[in-house]
């Protein structure tokens, strides 16, 4: 980046020189002449920082100096180090100047920061921030239902290329809000998931008359008082499942009465309508036992991550050997066949089926079968963030689980469909669950729900093949020993230094071999 400030020189903050800031001495004028100075870009440079995750570095950075205003732009990895600019922010910089820009991570590593005040100017280098916000505003906006979809915002495909913008930050959120209002347009609707948040001071502070539903779920709300911000708001329906401050009541009754006393005219809390008075409750998510919570959060998230993989054959290992498998798919063949989706038209449909021998063909059994089955439908991306969980049976030797959803077919960027899946788990001796049974529906979306921030075309997390149980131990040890004919420790030493994958494991016993390194105590006598 070329520096033409139209000024003198500019200045380099370490940690020495930004204790001389803080004790506030006079040799120190010009450092902040160039931090007062709105019309500068200055320069972040994080030492180590490609050792971190681009938003865990950020992150560390903005909760070090909240709530002062500081918005990270043009975030990028250097050699070792990483670097931002950012603009308007002098009480933050002297914030960080009186840590001696020495930060801790939630990890508690430290990160240290060196920074270059007045490094450009914004006419010199020039972003516009505001016109790429209205932007994604405008485009997470719907018209049709006065909605602002505002989820994980941070995280917006397009604008986290050049802004990170997170809404914990209450200067952020209250900005974001106001430019909606005045400049797109007002909204009922408020979808504020997983942003992190802990305070709605933002919106306290706000004119938003015409809000009557608001989606806060997966925060980081801690108590039921942080709701006074929407005293004077017309609240008809919340959500508030997956903060903190869930977890401080021990009915539903007392849940429902402190809310009543920030929002009195809700109707609906957690998709629950609490209207009606002596009527059964309706959740978003049901655990008759909620010890297996995590359980089931667990599986479900490892079998999508499997699942969405380019090659679903990763799955083998978590189907029984006895499992069955059926597919039905809601959307009618004719309709289906506009819309390229034939791939999934080959389903055992009890009320839809004409060919009863059929439904013989159409009902897997075995993993192989079912593995066979699974791997010819369409890639997919599965939208964790829509799942809803029902933990329907569970007797600590077999559970019966429900989670339904949204995920993209990748074969069509466009492509919303909606889907349930029901497994029934059998608890092994080896303390894991296998799959015995995978029953499994596709449908439209509802109401043409539209995946506004998930990127189809990107891959699901990398698996990395681990087996966590003796017998699979037991029996890779086996198989490894009656390829290579080694003893059963080196057996145990190869497959350790690959965690467990056999293919690696029995390239470097043949590197080895060819070379001459294996001893020959190592084989079997």
């Not at 079912?370 to 369409?378: D, F, G, M, V």
């Amino acid at each position: 980046m070329q520096r033409n400030l139209g000024c003198s020189r500019t200045r380099t903050l370490d940690s020495s020189v930004a204790i001389k800031v803080t004790m506030g001495q006079n040799s120190m004028f010009q450092e902040r002449l160039l931090m007062e100075n709105p019309n500068l870009w200055h320069e972040f440079k994080v030492i180590r920082g490609a050792e971190y995750d681009k938003e865990e570095v950020l992150k560390a950075i903005l909760n070090s100096v909240d709530p002062l205003h500081l918005l990270p732009v043009k975030y990028q990895v250097r050699g070792e180090d990483s670097y931002f600019i950012a603009n308007n922010c002098g009480p933050a910089i002297e914030k960080l100047c009186r840590s001696r820009l020495i930060i801790k991570n939630p990890r508690g590593n430290t990160l240290i920061l060196i920074i270059v005040l007045g490094f450009a100017s914004v006419h010199d280098l020039n972003v516009n921030i505001q016109p790429l916000l209205l932007t994604t505003l405008k485009k997470r906006y719907d018209a049709n239902t006065k909605s602002l979809d505002l989820e994980a915002f941070h995280k917006d495909l397009d604008l986290s290329k050049t802004v990170y913008c997170p809404l914990s930050q209450t200067a952020n959120l209250k900005y974001v809000l106001n430019l909606v209002k005045n400049t797109v347009a007002t909204f009922e609707h408020l979808n504020l998931k997983h942003n992190e948040l802990y305070t709605l001071e933002a919106i306290q502070f706000s004119d938003f008359m015409s809000l009557k539903y608001i989606d806060l779920r997966f925060n980081s709300i801690m108590n039921m008082k942080d709701l006074g911000a929407l005293n004077d708001l017309t609240i008809v329906k919340l959500w508030l499942d997956g903060n903190p401050l869930c977890e401080n009541y021990s009915s539903a009754k007392q849940y429902i009465n402190s809310v009543k006393t920030y929002c009195p005219h809700i109707i609906q809390l957690d998709g629950v309508s609490i209207s009606v008075s002596n009527m059964p409750l309706m959740y978003h998510n049901y655990f008759t036992d909620s010890t297996k919570q995590e359980l089931v959060y667990q599986f479900v998230s490892h079998f999508f991550n499997l699942y969405d993989q380019e090659d679903r054959m990763v799955l083998r290992g978590l189907y029984d050997k006895h499992a069955f498998y059926s597919f039905s798919f809601s959307i009618p063949f004719t309709i289906a066949h506009r819309r390229d989706l034939v791939q999934f038209t080959t389903n055992r449909n009890i009320l839809q089926i004409t060919d009863l021998n059929k439904l013989d063909n159409f009902l897997h059994y075995g993993e192989d079968n079912i593995l066979n089955a699974i791997k010819i439908l369409p890639k997919t991306y599965h939208d964790k963030h829509s799942f809803q969980y029902d933990l329907i049976y569970d007797d600590n030797e077999c559970i019966v689980i429900s989670v339904s959803g949204l995920f993209k077919n990748k074969g069509n960027e466009a492509e919303v469909l909606s889907f349930n899946r029901t497994f029934i788990l059998s608890f092994s001796p080896d303390n894991e669950y296998n799959i015995i049974n995978d029953q499994y529906n596709i449908g439209d979306a509802p109401n043409n729900k539209t995946l506004i921030n998930i990127d189809s075309t990107a891959h699901s997390e990398d698996f990395i093949p681990v087996c966590f149980s003796s017998t699979e131990k037991f029996e890779i040890i086996t198989k490894f020993g009656q390829i290579t004919k080694l003893t059963k420790d080196w057996c145990k030493t190869y497959l350790n230094e690959e965690n467990w994958d056999m293919r690696k494991s029995i390239q470097n016993f043949m590197k080895d071999l060819k070379s001459n390194s294996v001893p020959q105590e190592a084989f079997k006598i």
